[in-house]
Structure formats: structure tokens, C-alpha cells
């Protein structure tokens, strides 16, 4: 009984992991056969202090909806910035370097991930509500609307006459 708790233990601390590498050494030699210098290199291998999480909502293929738990360890000041700083580090120490990825910059694949973080992390500072959360019901209703027979919206709207 007591393994499966260190089972459970260590699956949650990966579940919520406070960091991840941007990109790896291997990664970026099987993708590029520019060379890059040892600063950009470096850059390019950093890690953000975000959950990694963030990897699965950048990789979804669709809208990837997120409870109030994934938005409360996804969604820190300390992700916000460390994507900024990661950003600014690429850019600078990649600065005037042949393009790795043809049309691509090099600071691509931690620009994809600040922006799903901005996109997931949007709220309402209102209520509260988050982007996602909202647009996530919102399609869901739309897609329960048209599946139901017959239905059609010009004809179920209401009218004003």
C-alpha cells in the first residue's frame, strides 16, 4: 500500500511539474541543420517555470478547456514572465542567425507556448470567467443545437416583428 502511494505521489508531481525545456539539444538537431552559436543554443535549451500543462494545451489541435485547478497552477505571474524572459533571451542571443526553420524565428516554439498561456490564461477580471472555459460551453451548446433533428436556427429564432 505504501508504494502505491509514492506511485500516486510521484504521478502528481509530474502531473504538475513547475518547469519544462523549451526545446532540447536533440530536438533541434534532428529539426535544423543550421548551426547555431553556443548563446543561441543555450537560449534555445531553457527552460520556463510554468506548468507543463502548457505543452499539451499548445500541441491540442482544437481548444483545449481548462477547470479552475489547471488555471490556478498554469496561470502564475512567475509562467507569465518566465515566457517573456525566454522570449527576450532567444531574440537576443539568436539575433542576426540564419533562420533555423525556414519562415520561422527562432524564438517560434516559446512564442507558441506564451501564446496558448495568454490564451488559456485569459479572464474576465470582472467575474473571473475564463476565455477558454466560456468558449468551451459555448461551442458545446452550439454543437447540441445542431445535432438535435430538425433543428435549424433561422427557424428556432425568435422573431421581431
Not at 538537431?29 to 543554443?41: E, I, P, Q, R, Y
Not at 525566454?86 to 527562432?106: F, K, L, R
Not at 516554439?109 to 460551453?137: E, I, K, Q, R
Amino acid at each position: 500500500m505504501k508504494s502505491f502511494g509514492l506511485v500516486v505521489l510521484a504521478a502528481f508531481f509530474t502531473l504538475c511539474q513547475a518547469q519544462f525545456q523549451v526545446l532540447d539539444a536533440e530536438s533541434i538537431a534532428n529539426s535544423t541543420a543550421v548551426k547555431f552559436s553556443d548563446a543561441c543554443l543555450t537560449a534555445l535549451q531553457g527552460t520556463v517555470n510554468c506548468n507543463s500543462t502548457l505543452v499539451n494545451i499548445a500541441a491540442a489541435d482544437d481548444v483545449y478547456g481548462i477547470n479552475n485547478d489547471t488555471y490556478a497552477y498554469l496561470c502564475t505571474n512567475s509562467c507569465c514572465s518566465s515566457l517573456e524572459i525566454y522570449h527576450n533571451t532567444v531574440s537576443s542571443a539568436c539575433a542576426g542567425q540564419d533562420e533555423a526553420w525556414s519562415g520561422y524565428p527562432a524564438t517560434y516554439f516559446g512564442d507558441v507556448y506564451w501564446a496558448s498561456y495568454n490564451l488559456s490564461c485569459l479572464a474576465d477580471p470582472t467575474s473571473g470567467a475564463h476565455a477558454l472555459t466560456t468558449l468551451t460551453l459555448f461551442r458545446a451548446i452550439i454543437q447540441t443545437m445542431y445535432l438535435q433533428p430538425h433543428y435549424h436556427p433561422l427557424l428556432h429564432a425568435p422573431h421581431a416583428f
